[in-house]
């Protein structure tokens, strides 16, 4: 079994469980962008890859790319791993797309990628790291376990030209008698701006985004905490609502 298999595995292990551990042992342990993205690939063959998260590169040795592996769609109900005892979420934009981007020669223009997303969504991302809090792993350990993601939860459709161009949103999270208001900031200039460099970076490396796939872009307000087994609604003003509930994996 080659290093990345044994990665994949490791970090598989902990993600079907739910469980935290310590750094990965050093004979695996990833430790650089292409080590984390070797390990995605092995981790696409133990399961299903049903959608990718995405972000602009924060810094020129950093990317924010990784499989997405459990997508949730056409519910009520958001089933999650709980963490420090509540769900942890992030408010997202979704663009699902409705045409394969195979490998090419040469990039990817924003016209043919926008023509490739068939629908825009609210969406959740599901956050759990698998590693323990004293764990000091390093941003290569994190990428390969994909960034914190347990999953994402593709919420109603939304219009396609305000989701792309979507910069800031007034966020109404109301569970019970709760009501939080929250003041919604994309990380990069446009929400569709980190789905048109995850195409063209993954066509580099001879990797195609196939149809279907559930794309996250980059939370509006990063990590979230929500009470479980409560009715939730999730308001972005002038955009859409929808009411969810949080249940224990």
């Given at each position: 079994?080659?290093?990345?298999?044994?990665?994949?595995?490791?970090?598989?292990?902990?993600?079907?469980?739910?469980?935290?551990?310590?750094?990965?042992?050093?004979?695996f342990?990833?430790?650089?962008?292409?080590?984390a993205?070797?390990?995605?690939?092995?981790?696409?063959?133990?399961?299903?890859?049903?959608?990718?998260?995405?972000?602009?590169?924060?810094?020129?040795?950093?990317?924010?790319?990784?499989?997405?592996?459990?997508?949730?769609?056409?519910?009520a109900?958001?089933?999650?791993f709980?963490?420090?005892?509540?769900?942890?979420?992030?408010?997202?934009?979704?663009?699902?797309?409705n045409?394969?981007?195979?490998?090419?020669?040469?990039?990817?223009?924003?016209?043919?990628?926008?023509?490739?997303?068939?629908?825009?969504h609210?969406?959740?991302?599901?956050?759990?790291?698998?590693?323990?809090?004293?764990?000091e792993?390093?941003?290569?350990?994190?990428?390969?376990?994909?960034?914190?993601?347990?999953?994402?939860?593709?919420?109603?459709?939304?219009?396609?030209?305000?989701?792309?161009a979507l910069?800031?949103?007034?966020?109404?999270?109301?569970?019970?008698?709760?009501?939080?208001?929250?003041?919604g900031?994309?990380?990069n200039?446009?929400?569709i701006?980190?789905?048109?460099?995850?195409v063209?970076?993954?066509?580099?490396?001879?990797?195609?985004?196939?149809?279907?796939?559930?794309?996250?872009t980059?939370?509006f307000?990063?990590?979230?905490?929500?009470?479980?087994?409560?009715?939730?609604?999730?308001?972005?003003?002038?955009?859409?609502?929808?009411?969810?509930?949080?249940?224990?994996?």
């Amino acid at each position: 079994m080659t290093a990345f298999k044994q990665a994949a595995q490791e970090l598989f292990n902990r993600r079907k469980a739910g469980t935290k551990e310590s750094r990965l042992e050093e004979s695996f342990r990833p430790t650089s962008i292409d080590d984390a993205m070797a390990i995605h690939e092995e981790m696409s063959d133990i399961a299903e890859v049903g959608g990718w998260k995405c972000l602009l590169p924060p810094a020129e040795d950093k990317i924010i790319a990784a499989p997405i592996f459990n997508v949730q769609k056409d519910s009520a109900i958001v089933t999650l791993f709980e963490d420090n005892s509540v769900a942890r979420v992030e408010p997202e934009v979704c663009f699902v797309l409705n045409q394969d981007l195979p490998v090419k020669t040469g990039d990817y223009s924003e016209a043919e990628i926008i023509e490739a997303i068939g629908s825009a969504h609210m969406a959740l991302e599901l956050m759990q790291s698998r590693f323990s809090e004293d764990a000091e792993q390093s941003f290569y350990e994190s990428l390969a376990d994909c960034m914190l993601n347990q999953g994402v939860f593709v919420g109603p459709e939304i219009d396609k030209k305000t989701a792309i161009a979507l910069k800031k949103i007034k966020i109404n999270v109301t569970q019970g008698d709760e009501l939080r208001k929250l003041d919604g900031v994309h990380p990069n200039d446009r929400a569709i701006d980190g789905l048109i460099w995850l195409v063209n970076y993954m066509n580099s490396r001879g990797l195609s985004l196939k149809a279907g796939a559930a794309i996250i872009t980059g939370s509006f307000k990063g990590i979230v905490n929500m009470a479980f087994d409560i009715e939730t609604s999730i308001e972005y003003e002038g955009i859409g609502e929808y009411s969810v509930t949080f249940k224990r994996a």
